[in-house]
């Protein structure tokens, strides 16, 4: 099927219109409605080709790829040309085979019309393995991409994937046109593991499409999409943990052993299953896994470019490189960004702090005594022991009690503050307890602490652009979530901060918690911390017991923002105080 450009002629659609086809009109017209915004690539960005990969609601396999063009009146467009077939047929590596230079032309999808033969699939398999054995021999060219991305789906086997490409050269990164190589790399090293069906954009302008995995040449603020989302840049982790080194193992066997069947013998074999674990247990088994198979020595991850084989020919002529504006400086959801760094080897454990990583619970004496030794060190070796990974929840409470002591906080210098902030976002506030020995906690009690630990950690760096990436996804999280802990972490952070100061935000940031808001219907239940117990007090006579409950605040705010003229007067409100502020920082 070919869609082009046909205008919404009033009805609703995209107004792509499926201009050629071997199918039946009306079958055509549905695959069109399915698809929908992925026959578009639009935005500022340069156009190029592109290749998606995605399911339709009866479970066939849709291969589109993407050109840039031109509509009747010489606007900017997209034209597409869609194989749709039974998964047996376009299987997963035949997929990412033909999405490594595509098929056909764009001058034959811009001209064809009408009723259209059947492709043959043997046209296909020539083409596909043809490819696949250049494609193996340029695996090593995108190692470093492999690593960092298989350390997200071990740590997380449900997240989406986006990777930021760019025209910036990096070691073992992928320009735009090797994105199906890593696709293939990963596939070759997960197989059936994660147990999810691999569906992929090779380029798109955003990354809020309900695919495995994406390639974007900028992030854009605004992230939606369905589940959760990794961001995945090519800055090597600062601080490597352990799904580093095992990604780094795990690529290894796979360079190794290219031609292999999909799905290394340590996942699928050893591991069978695991994607469902939680990842604390996932962590242990999968270490157990590495030891016996003699795959636990800590590796390097690269540091320079790898040895290049000669390139393969495309099979088509590339489209013109696309002149991306890079992306600003910010800190990415995952889990290496911050200073570069080669070596995923951690310092040795400071001496005396061996019980912090044993998972037991301690009793009162014991824990103040570890509480006094932790008293007597210094951030750095603090910061370090909250780094190792693997800290049972008593042991991560105790550091970040010492860590956000007031005297510590009010002396501590520059750097480590901004190594505090990136650590603590890195890990979310520590919302959600891991390590070993993890039980269910209160979540009241873990937004209590991800509050203390935003107010001294992240508020003083919040207009650092560092850090503008994690805060609008921490933010943007807490303002949707509907459980009462949320709105007491909005309430002692934003609202009324425990120290009495409110944070200095950027307005991208206000701007992005009133838009949250304002969109929600109904209205969120704050559960505030009890106050302290008023003395009892009789109601005035006449009043009955059935009476209504003064409203609350919280209740009031609710009210306000069901109400539409409210809403808008206070969206004027805020943008005109703005903007006043933003005068006024400016004289």
């Known amino acids: ?59 066939e396999v849709m291969l589109v790829q993407r050109w840039p063009t031109t509509d009747r009146g010489g606007r900017p467009s997209t034209v597409s040309h869609v194989l749709v077939g039974e998964p047996q047929i376009l299987k997963t590596r035949r997929s990412l085979a033909l999405a490594h230079g595509g098929w056909g032309r764009r001058e034959s999808a811009e001209q064809a019309t009408g009723q259209q033969p ?16 250049q494609m193996r021999e340029l695996l090593p060219t995108v190692q ?37 190589l890593v696709y293939l790399g990963l596939f070759m090293l997960f197989g059936p593991w994660l147990g999810q069906e691999w569906t992929f954009a090779t380029y798109d302008t955003v990354d809020t499409h309900p695919l495995r995995l994406m390639s974007v040449p900028r992030w854009e603020p605004d992230t ?9 840049m090519g800055r090597p982790p600062a601080h490597p943990l352990f799904e580093h080194r095992a990604a780094a193992r795990l690529v290894d066997h796979l360079l190794e052993h290219p031609e292999a069947r999909p799905g290394v013998p340590q996942l699928v074999d050893g591991l069978g299953g695991g994607a469902a674990l939680d990842w604390p247990r996932r962590r242990a088994l999968l270490k157990d896994v590495l030891d016996a198979d003699g795959l636990a020595a800590p590796p390097r991850l690269p540091d320079r470019a790898p040895t290049t084989p000669s390139q393969a020919p495309q099979p088509n002529p590339a489209p013109p ?54 008293r007597t060190l210094p951030d750095d070796v603090l910061l370090h022991e909250l780094r190792s990974g693997g800290l049972p929840p008593e042991s991560v409470d105790l550091l970040l009690n010492e ?95 425990r120290n009495g100061r409110a944070p200095d935000l950027p307005p991208v940031l206000w701007q992005q918690i009133l ?48 109400n539409p003229g409210c809403v808008v007067g206070t969206c004027v409100g805020v943008i005109v105080l703005l903007l006043l502020a933003l005068v006024l920082v400016s004289m």
């Not at 399915?34 to 190029?48: D, T």
């Not at 838009?515 to 929600?520: A, L, N, S, Y």
């Open 224 to 232: 939606g999409g369905p589940g959760p989302l990794a961001r995945v």
């Open 321 to 374: 490189a696309p002149t991306p504006t890079p992306a600003p400086p910010s800190v990415s959801t995952a889990p290496f960004a911050g200073h570069p760094a080669a070596e995923t080897e951690l310092p040795a454990r400071h001496e005396g702090l061996e019980d912090l990583h044993v998972p037991h619970r301690r009793n009162a004496v014991q824990r103040s005594r570890l509480a006094d030794r932790l």
């Open 1 to 59: 099927m070919v869609f082009r450009w046909d205008g919404n002629q009033g009805r609703q659609g995209t107004g792509m219109k499926a201009v050629a086809h071997s199918c039946s009109s009306e079958r055509a017209e549905e695959l069109g409605r399915e698809l929908g915004p992925l026959l578009w690539v639009s935005g500022a960005r340069a156009p190029r080709q592109s290749i998606v990969r995605t399911l339709s609601r009866s479970g």
């Open 515 to 562: 838009r949250d808001m304002i969109g929600q219907s109904p209205a969120r239940s704050v559960a505030s911390h009890a106050p302290p117990a008023a003395p009892a007090h009789t109601a005035p006579p006449g009043r009955s017991a059935l009476a209504p409950i003064p409203r609350t605040s919280a209740s009031r705010l609710s009210e306000l923002t069901r």
């Open 118 to 133: 059947m492709v043959e699939c043997a046209e296909l398999d020539a083409l596909a393995w043809e490819r696949l054995p």
């Open 144 to 180: 470093h991409a492999l690593i960092l991305v298989t350390a997200e789906w071990l740590r997380d086997p449900t997240q989406r994937v986006s990777l930021l490409t760019s025209e910036e050269e990096l070691p073992g990164w992928p320009d735009q046109d090797a994105v199906p």
């Open 403 to 497: 860590l956000g002591d007031s005297v510590r906080v009010r002396q501590r210098g520059t750097a480590m503050r901004h190594a505090l902030c990136a650590e603590v976002l890195r890990n979310g506030l520590y919302l959600t307890p891991n390590g070993p020995g993890a039980e269910p906690a209160s979540r009241m009690a873990l937004a209590g602490r991800a509050a203390d630990l935003f107010t001294w950690a992240v508020a003083p760096l919040a207009r650092d652009e560092r850090y503008l990436r994690d805060l609008q996804e921490l933010l943007h999280r807490m303002c949707l979530d509907r459980h009462p802990s949320a709105g007491n972490w909005l309430q002692e952070t934003i609202l009324a901060p």
